[in-house]
Antibody, heavy 122, light 112 residues
Framework: QVQLQESGPGLVKPSQTLSLTCSVS??????????WSWIRQYPGKGLEWIGY???????YYNPSLQSRITISIDTSKNQFSLKLSSVTAADTAVYYC??????????????WGQGTLVTVSS | QSVLTQPPSVSGAPGQRVTISCTGS?????????VHWYQQVPGTAPKLLIY???NRPSGVPDRFSGSKSGTSASLAITGLQAEDEADYYC????????????FGGGTQVTVL
């Protein structure tokens, strides 16, 4: 059973960088066929896909966030990370890491972390 | 404003059948991308319910079923149970702006 767990600060000041790490257990992050993803959910409940990384290091980001996002992977630690720069109050959300099964017709998220609330406030 | 449109809420009595629609466009569902569904109980992470339009992961009861036609998809819950009260989200991919995963706005299911 694959398990994912997010970690990082729950409070970030405006204009600073949000940094989160996702630790994966129960399976190797270096196994092909999966994208390691970040998704966020706003307080009003809408879900937004942020981006993903493949074990090779290839990344794909939501175009609306691309200029502020960096996703990286550390296969030796079985972890992947998210950095979101220049945050504002609009970035306040629950952030989830998840595993996406890669398919040719649009992948799906089969395992999710429990989520971590990040509040942007001074 | 979500790329995929869902009704905000649906309700039904125990044992009834309810359906949730997910309406997209020619750049996502209509382009042939799969539709997936997630169930989210408040305070918990979304859980995969249906993948690849119609497939249920192991452990998901067969009272949940998915379908797709044209630019829309639907999730049906037959024999509604109290434990089905949750938020439901559809997800697909969109080929506009280089393509990425998109979600519906979510539908709250209430068991009367």
């Amino acid at each position: 059973q694959v398990q994912l767990q997010e970690s990082g600060p729950g409070l970030v000041k405006p204009s600073q960088t949000l940094s989160l790490t996702c630790s994966v257990s129960g399976g190797s992050i270096a196994r092909g066929g999966y994208y390691w993803s970040w998704i966020r959910q706003y307080p009003g409940k809408g879900l937004e896909w942020i981006g993903y990384i493949y074990y090779s290091g290839s990344t794909y980001y939501n175009p609306s966030l691309q200029s502020r996002i960096t996703i990286s992977i550390d296969t030796s630690k079985n972890q992947f990370s998210l950095k979101l720069s220049s945050v504002t109050a609009a970035d306040t959300a629950v952030y989830y890491c998840a595993r996406e099964v890669a398919t040719t017709t649009g992948g799906y998220l089969d395992y999710w972390g429990q989520g971590t609330l990040v509040t942007v406030s001074s | 404003q979500s790329v995929l449109t869902q009704p905000p809420s649906v309700s039904g009595a125990p044992g009834q059948r309810v359906t949730i629609s997910c309406t997209g466009s020619s750049s996502n569902i209509g382009a042939g991308y799969d539709v997936h569904w997630y169930q989210q109980v408040p305070g918990t992470a979304p859980k995969l319910l249906i993948y690849g339009d119609t497939n249920r992961p192991s452990g998901v009861p067969d009272r949940f079923s998915g379908s797709k036609s044209g630019t829309s998809a639907s999730l049906a819950i037959t024999g509604l149970q109290a434990e089905d009260e949750a938020d439901y989200y559809c997800q697909s991919y969109d080929s506009s702006l280089s393509g990425f995963a998109v979600f519906g706005g979510g539908t709250q299911v209430t068991v009367l």
